[in-house]
């Protein structure tokens, strides 16, 4: 029972702890904060525990972490102050909203209804593209509307003051382990892999078969290739120079969030521009990227090959842009995050007494 006791408060206590810190706004998850919430319900159970005379068992505990209150609502007294949706509910409201806005329409306006658009668009990748935001846009709005006035009568009505009784601290999650950053030998196999990426690339102009495989018996890369060969062997290798600096200089804390992200945005201009020099091909043209080769270019076979496998390109192209500017967003998102989290803010009282 001694030994059970001893470890039941702290890991109780951890684990609310995580569940405030779920909760907070983003500016108010500061570490100081959390650590005074916790040293707090420390001296209350050991206050609790020299009243008594011996430890506290584990539903003692759990009594006292409950009469603190919730974590959610005890996070919305760290949150701004709202008027239409109240510091209760606005922690939980502003979760439900960016997961159903950001989680669940943009996956399924950019991954489903963007192909079907861009299909129905007979290759019109612009009217494609503006029929999807435009789409998302509309459903974004009408979506954070419902949300918001489905919360706004809960905020009325007072349904959240009966969710403060009826949590249970026993029922918490578990701790998380903290995330370890990207070890030596991860970025290590990442730059191996990528020095043989370069030398695939080099030997492509000499070695077609390295890239059709059999079919450079019939096809051959189209000119248009020849213009941007140079820049895709240019950022194969900006993304060998970027992982060396990463394994020679690990103390550059914002290096591979920084190089990750100027990486990527050369590549969707790239995209860019290959997108805008198959614009220019000859109207009736549908062989941009491979062509077949001259002795079987009057082969109607062949030419059937020839244009499945430029559509297959065309579709590989649209989903690795697709790809990247998702990419993109996501670097902005954790650099901004690692700007961020160094930087202490306000320190806030978090005294937790019992009620």
């Not at 509910?89 to 399924?108: D, G, H």
């Not at 903290?178 to 290590?188: D, G, L, P, V």
């Not at 030419?303 to 996501?330: D, E, F, P």
């Amino acid at each position: 029972m001694s030994k059970s006791s001893s470890r039941t408060p702290n890991e109780l206590i951890e684990r609310y702890l995580q569940a405030v810190r779920f909760w907070l706004p983003n500016k108010a998850k500061q570490e100081d904060l959390l650590a005074e919430m916790g040293e707090d319900l420390r001296s209350q159970i050991d206050a609790k525990e020299e009243e008594l005379g011996r430890p506290l068992t584990e539903p003692e505990v759990a009594a006292i972490l409950k009469a603190c209150g919730n974590p959610m609502l005890v996070a919305s007294r760290f949150g701004p102050q709202q008027y239409v949706i109240g510091p209760t509910l606005f922690p939980i409201y502003w979760f439900v909203l960016k997961m159903v806005l950001f989680w669940i329409l943009v996956p399924v306006f950019l991954f489903i209804l963007g192909p079907i658009n861009f299909a129905n668009s007979g290759g019109n990748l612009g009217g494609a593209i503006l029929a999807t935001m435009g789409g998302l846009w509309n459903g974004g709005f009408i979506a954070a509307g419902v949300i918001t006035l489905v919360f706004a009568i809960l905020e009325r009505t007072g349904s959240a003051a009966k969710w403060d009784c009826k949590w249970d601290p026993a029922k918490l999650p578990p701790v998380e382990k903290k995330k370890r950053k990207t070890s030596f030998a991860q970025t290590a196999s990442e730059l191996i892999f990528n020095v043989f990426g370069l030398m695939w690339l080099l030997l492509i102009p000499q070695h077609p078969f390295m890239i059709l495989g059999p079919a450079a018996a019939v096809l051959r890369p189209a000119p248009l290739w020849n213009q941007f060969y140079a820049p895709i062997v240019l950022i194969a290798v900006f993304a060998i120079v970027r992982l060396a600096i990463v394994l020679a200089r690990p103390q550059w804390r914002l290096w591979p969030q920084i190089s990750h992200l100027l990486q990527s945005i050369f590549v969707l201009i790239l995209l860019k521009y290959i997108n805008a020099a198959v614009g220019h091909v000859p109207a009736g043209n549908w062989y941009p990227f491979v062509v077949l080769t001259d002795t079987v270019k009057n082969s109607a076979q062949y030419i059937k090959i020839a244009a499945v496998v430029n559509v297959s390109v065309m579709i590989a192209l649209a989903a690795t842009w697709l790809g990247v500017s998702i990419a993109i967003v996501v670097h902005i998102w954790e650099l901004m995050k690692e700007i961020r989290n160094p930087a202490s803010g306000t320190r806030q009282p978090a005294s937790l007494q019992l009620r």
